[in-house]
């Protein structure tokens, strides 16, 4: 069984601050991971994903999450929030052909 | 470059009916899946299918059916609307491989039953 766990339903952050969301999993066998978007009225895109290898995962638009097995984690991390980064953060945990996602973490931007 | 496509972008049901929530994709996609999307919950796995005439049960399969009888096609039949399946519903393929390939999102369909 595999799970996702987001913590915080709601970040507000300072436009140029870091952007930090918090995504701790649960997987009975290595896991992939991954960091999905979602705009207003839109599907979700993918940020990022973490396979194997480097544990420092670059995304687009500035994001990057690191895997940490110890911890069993996968945070999201932009060291400096644009207002255009304001939607729903979804981390996912696939196994298989299951994927399973987190409840999302709605980020707004503060100008 | 269509990539996936849903039809209908907003539904309106009374308890009891049926209706068919439409997904095509022309990426020749063998992975397709249906999620819906509520509030606090994230998207939760319908049903999916790892290719044409293959299809299994994901976390809340209850009171929706599937087929696959083509690769591009993947609709979602709801037999009796319930006001529990009021939701935002996800269509989504990818390539089928390892388990890491990204997945293709439709625009997701609003459906409300009353």
């Known amino acids: 069984a595999q799970s996702v766990t987001q913590l915080g339903s709601h970040v507000s952050v300072s436009e140029g601050a870091l952007v930090l969301l918090r995504c701790n999993y649960s997987?009975?066998?290595?896991?992939?991971l991954f960091w999905y978007v979602q705009y207003p009225n839109q599907g979700l895109q993918l940020l990022l994903k973490?396979?194997?290898?480097?544990?420092l995962v670059k995304g687009i638009n500035g994001f990057e999450a690191e895997f940490k097995k110890s911890e069993t984690s996968f945070h999201l991390t932009k060291p400096s929030a644009h207002m255009s980064d304001a939607a729903e953060y979804f981390c996912a945990v696939r196994n298989d052909y299951k994927l399973s996602f987190g409840a999302g973490t709605t980020v707004t931007v503060r100008a | 470059n269509a990539g996936v496509t849903q039809t209908p972008k907003f539904q309106v049901l009374k308890t009891g009916q049926s209706m068919t929530l439409q997904c095509a994709q022309d990426?020749?996609?063998?992975?397709m899946s249906w999620y819906r999307q509520d509030p606090g919950m994230g998207l939760r796995l319908i049903h999916y299918?790892?290719?044409?005439?293959?299809?299994d049960q994901g976390e809340v399969p209850n009171g929706y059916n599937v087929s696959r009888s083509t690769t591009e096609d993947f609709p979602l039949r709801l037999l009796s609307a319930a006001p529990s399946q009021t939701s935002v519903y996800f269509c989504?393929?990818?390539?089928?491989?390892?388990?890491?390939?990204?997945?293709?999102f439709g625009s997701g369909t609003q459906l409300s039953v009353l």
């Open positions: 973490y396979t194997t290898g480097a544990t």
């Open positions: 299918s790892v290719g044409a005439g293959i299809t």
């Open positions: 990426m020749n996609h063998e992975y």
């Open positions: 989504a393929s990818s390539a089928r491989g390892g388990g890491n390939e990204k997945l293709f």
């Open positions: 997987s009975s066998v290595p896991p992939y």
